[in-house]
């Protein structure tokens, strides 16, 4: 089956740095996307990647490991606007079906 | 404005009574996606559409119909069948390898 498992929640504190993990079972893959969505709100597009290694934007990057199925989101100088949930999806086979994570809920504190 | 525009934000449906949600985009996406949303879950794919007059199912299309006869607008109709409609549904258009997907501001349905 396909599968994209990412953790429920989590906490961290203004200013740090926090790591998403994200691993993934799916029938073809053809790259791997991150998106940040607010409560009530569409997904917005964050990143992406198709080869191993690490993209880097600004404050975020995004790691994968096709030989794992693994990828991670790493969010530095935490804002308080970063609390929203990250949605890890995968592109599947054929390149025009995505199959989403439940994604993880991050709550910046003060 | 370019983007997805959704209408309405909220909609109320009576038992029995079927309900259609608009999606209009104006990005000249060929593909166009119906997903439902439910509290601490993912995204999951109800209907998609690659071209104008074509349309799949997703993973969860029982209940749920749609119609693609203009490549701007993809509405999906949420029929009496459909037992547990209350849930937020997102369009989007777009994506591929190397394109992400763009969603519209959602709708949020309720049962009266």
């Known amino acids: 089956g396909q599968n994209i498992d990412q953790p429920t929640e989590m906490t961290a504190t203004e200013g740090a740095i926090v790591q998403i993990n994200c691993t993934y079972q799916t029938s073809g893959f053809n790259g791997l996307f991150w998106y940040q969505q607010h409560a009530g709100e569409a997904p917005t597009f964050l990143s992406y990647?198709?080869?191993?290694g690490l993209e880097e934007k600004g404050r975020f990057s995004s790691f994968l490991s096709r030989s794992k199925g693994y990828s991670y989101l790493l969010l530095k100088e935490l804002q308080m606007k970063d609390s929203a949930s990250y949605l890890c999806a995968v592109l599947g086979l054929g390149g025009f079906k995505t199959i989403f994570g439940a994604g993880t809920r991050l709550f910046v504190k003060a | 404005d370019g983007g997805i525009t959704q209408s309405p934000k909220y909609l109320f449906r009576k038992e029995g009574q079927n309900v259609t949600l608009s999606c209009e985009q104006n990005?000249?996406?060929?593909?166009m996606y119906w997903y439902r949303q439910d509290p601490g879950q993912g995204l999951r794919l109800i209907y998609y559409s690659q071209i104008v007059n074509d349309f799949q199912k997703g993973d969860i299309a029982e209940g749920y119909s749609v119609s693609r006869e203009k490549k701007e607008s993809f509405p999906l109709t949420v029929t009496s069948a459909q037992k547990n409609p209350t849930a937020f549904y997102l369009c989007?258009?777009?994506?591929?390898?190397?394109?992400?997907?763009?969603f519209g501001d959602g709708t949020r349905l309720s049962i009266l």
């Open positions: 989007a258009a777009g994506g591929g390898v190397n394109q992400p997907q763009h």
């Open positions: 990647n198709v080869l191993d």
């Open positions: 990005l000249n996406h060929d593909a």
